[in-house]
């Protein structure tokens, strides 16, 4: 009877430990599926694509690539805007619209310029760093950050005179539309930490 109730109170913990070890694992793994596989799908939406075709269908290393980004950007607090600076980007953003009728290429270079001076306000990395600020944007507003992609696109292989400076009209007045939701984004301070996911 001694050696049952000796054998009862070494058991007790044992399986207690277990318990504890087992809900630890569990936690670990709900954690790491937030950075991992289904919860970087669901985090970035169409960028996770996006990243994917970029790494030659390679998941795995799309995966890592946005893994790193969710590691360096994720604790980013954006920083709300003053009236003033958000009544004058607005303004922006209407004068480059207009503009776009008869100056559409001049019209992507100001919107280009105006998100990274927005997100930049808004406390995403200069936009003298264009792949951080755009990295971290995509952990905070994955569904939009295509715009911002395209606009720059169009905006730097004109500038730089490569073949795809081509890019037609209708090809501008979609990027623009699809920057435009990125600009309401951040223009809207309810959006604090990921709108995107």
Known sequence: RKAL???????????????VVAAAAALALRARGAIGG????RRFGPEYERT??????????????????VQEHGSLQEKPLEPAAREQYQARW????????????????????????????RGFPD????????????VH??????????VHRVVTT????????QAGTEEMREAMLEARDLFDDLMNDDNRNGSGH
């Open 127 to 138: 936009v003298q760093e264009y792949e951080k600020q755009f990295d971290a944007l995509s």
């Open 94 to 121: 209407a004068a480059a619209q207009e503009r776009f009728v008869d100056s559409p290429r001049e019209a992507m270079s100001d919107v280009d310029r105006l998100l990274g001076e927005v997100a930049g306000a």
């Open 158 to 165: 004109r500038e730089n005179g490569t073949p795809e400076s």
């Open 5 to 19: 109730m000796s054998t009862g109170v070494i058991i007790v913990p044992i399986v207690i430990v277990v318990g």
């Open 141 to 150: 507003h994955a569904d939009h950050v295509h715009g911002y992609r395209r």
């Open 52 to 69: 994917v075709a970029r790494h030659n269908g390679d998941a795995k290393a799309a995966e890592q690539e946005l893994g790193a980004r």
């Open 38 to 41: 289904s919860g970087l799908k």
